[in-house]
């Protein structure tokens, strides 16, 4: 006996639940508050860079002992870094905001988007731990006014003048003119010669009589 199976008709997929206008709307409002946070950030950053005289004032000179002046160029240096580290944090989350609810209008199912893109995280992370940890470092780095540019330090690898650094590496001057880039993750200790009251060690006539015998048989 052969049995008939009934074939389904193909139903084309239910376009009325999609809400485009809906969609135009969230994806607006997405690049605006993203336009209004540049922004805000932007202008946050120029008074930083530019420095605040709020300290500066009569009654508030009992609190200007806690807070190491800094010069013009670190704190430039250090209002773009934070500047930049806000903008892509904020960016990120109104991107992915407003992908999520442009989506949802579209009548699209983002669970298993969302399923999808925190896996991808996770894998992400446990193969960029070294990135993250070095970022991290410059966060904290920048933050704390560990060192800046300028700044003469001294690490486990190298002493020399910093020359530029962000939030993933440090570039340092030695002496002798070689160019070190250290990663901020892997800086465990550092030592800041322009910060404290450093005073170099003299050396003694006889030392400088003891290394000229040394310099004319290396010659």
Do not use: C
Request: glycine letters at 10%; proline letters at 4%.
């Amino acid at each position: 006996m052969i049995s008939l199976t009934t074939i389904e008709p193909i139903t084309a997929p239910d376009i009325s639940a999609v809400n485009l206008p809906g969609g135009l709307v969230s994806l607006g409002i997405g690049v605006a508050v993203w336009l209004v946070a540049s922004f805000v950030i932007t202008g946050i950053t120029k008074r930083v860079a530019a420095g605040s005289t709020l300290f500066k004032k009569s009654h508030f000179r009992w609190v200007a002992p806690a807070f190491r002046a800094l010069d013009h160029e670190r704190r430039v240096q250090r209002a773009e870094t934070i500047g930049a580290l806000l903008r892509s944090v904020v960016g990120v989350l109104i991107a992915v905001l407003t992908i999520v609810y442009v989506l949802k209008y579209l009548n699209v199912d983002v669970a298993p988007i969302l399923t999808s893109v925190g896996i991808l995280g996770v894998a992400i992370g446990f193969g960029a731990q070294q990135l993250i940890r070095d970022f991290l470092a410059g966060i904290f780095i920048t933050f704390e006014d560990q060192y800046g540019i300028g700044d003469i330090i001294e690490t486990s690898e190298v002493v020399g003048t910093v020359e530029a650094m962000n939030l993933r590496i440090t570039r340092v001057r030695a002496d002798d003119g070689t160019i070190w880039y250290l990663r901020n993750g892997e800086i465990l200790r550092v030592g800041n010669r322009s910060q404290g009251t450093y005073i170099p060690p003299v050396t003694s006539p006889a030392d400088d009589a003891d290394s000229a015998p040394q310099q004319k048989a290396g010659e």
